[in-house]
């Protein structure tokens, strides 16, 4: 049997008129009751659906604009992160240029502080030199005129000595 | 030695050389006594040495000084060899005869000379003095050769320096 003869008997409509009657009842029925009963519940059911999508919708909606935000600030960040490390990254080479300068000149300044010293150390050592020279010198010259003297220091000089010492006094008055 | 102790010995001298009545012929030879005593450290040494008795040291005291000197200078270094007081001797005697001119109303000269003033030129030298210095000097002359010719002269706190020594010591600084 074709399913498009719902009566079972090959005719599209049942024979029996009160089978119809009875039926188009049953189902206006039914369908009045299911318009009257479920249909709030089915308009309720979709109007909910309709608002849990809604809300589903914001918040997607909220969430990506969140997301977005959030990718905006992290580029942001990165950005900023870039610029920061390219500020770290003069300031070290600033930094290192600055240190670096510092010790070439003070590496300069020692040295030219350790010449200094080791001139004046050559100098001091060379006047020392000439002192201990000239204090010898010295002392083999008085040496040599005190002999002389002392050789020629005869009674006659010696009392020549004092008596010049005794005028000299005595001229001091 | 104290200068409380230096100064009563030299109290002590003047006043035992004035009861003796012979101050300036005890100065004269203390002088020359301590003068000689700081030029011979085996004199000194033999003096001051403790382990010499007392008695053998006044021996040599008075050895030395028999026939040079008069009894109470004699007896006054013995006594200061006695006490152990030989190592401020020149101190001593150098109070005494300050004190002892002094109370004279006199200065005392230390002239150091390479050889022996004669007594003129002590006097001369001592009027050029009295005049310099406007009080009356006494010349205690000391013969050192270290001088080695000229004449220094030590009167109080003032220095006349005539030596050759020093006329050597300045031209050897002066190089």
Not at chain 1, 31 to 54: C, D, H, N, Q
């Amino acid at each position: 049997m074709s399913p498009i003869f719902a009566a079972g008997n090959g005719f599209w409509l049942p024979h029996d008129p009160w089978e119809i009657l009875w039926g188009s009842l049953a189902f206006f029925i039914i369908a009045f009751v299911l318009v009257k009963k479920a249909g709030p519940m089915i308009k309720t059911a979709f109007v909910g659906r309709s608002e849990r999508i809604e809300a589903t919708l914001n918040e997607a909606t909220s969430e990506r604009s969140a997301a977005e935000a959030e990718r905006d600030g992290i580029k942001a960040d990165l950005a900023d992160s870039d610029a920061e490390a390219t500020r770290i990254v003069a300031e070290a080479r600033e930094t290192a240029a600055r240190v670096k300068a510092d010790m070439i000149a003070r590496a300069e300044a020692d040295a030219v502080a350790v010449r200094e010293r080791a001139v004046a150390e050559i100098a001091a050592a060379r006047r020392a030199a000439q002192a201990d020279l000239t204090a010898e010198v010295s002392r083999l010259a008085s040496g040599a005129a005190e002999q002389v003297v002392h050789a020629n220091l005869d009674d006659s000089t010696q009392q020549s000595l004092i008596e010049s010492y005794i005028a000299q006094v005595g001229a001091n008055n | 030695m104290s200068d409380t102790r230096i100064t009563a010995y030299a109290d002590a001298l003047v006043a035992l050389a004035r009861a003796e009545g012979a101050t300036s012929e005890v100065e004269d030879e203390l002088f020359r006594f301590a003068r000689a005593l700081e030029g011979s450290d085996e004199l000194r040494g033999t003096l001051a040495d403790a382990g010499v008795p007392a008695a053998r040291r006044i021996q040599i005291v008075e050895d030395l000084l028999g026939g040079r000197a008069g009894a109470t200078t004699t007896s006054i270094v013995s006594l200061i060899v006695a006490n152990g007081r030989v190592g401020e001797l020149s101190q001593i005697v150098d109070e005494f005869v300050a004190r002892s001119a002094g109370g004279r109303g006199e200065a005392v000269a230390e002239v150091r000379s390479a050889v022996a003033l004669s007594d003129e030129q002590q006097r001369r030298l001592a009027e050029a003095l009295t005049s310099r210095t406007g009080r009356p000097v006494t010349v205690r002359n000391v013969v050192d050769p270290t001088v080695l010719g000229g004449v220094v002269t030590q009167i109080g706190d003032t220095l006349l320096d005539g030596s050759v020594r020093t006329r050597l010591n300045q031209l050897r600084d002066a190089f």
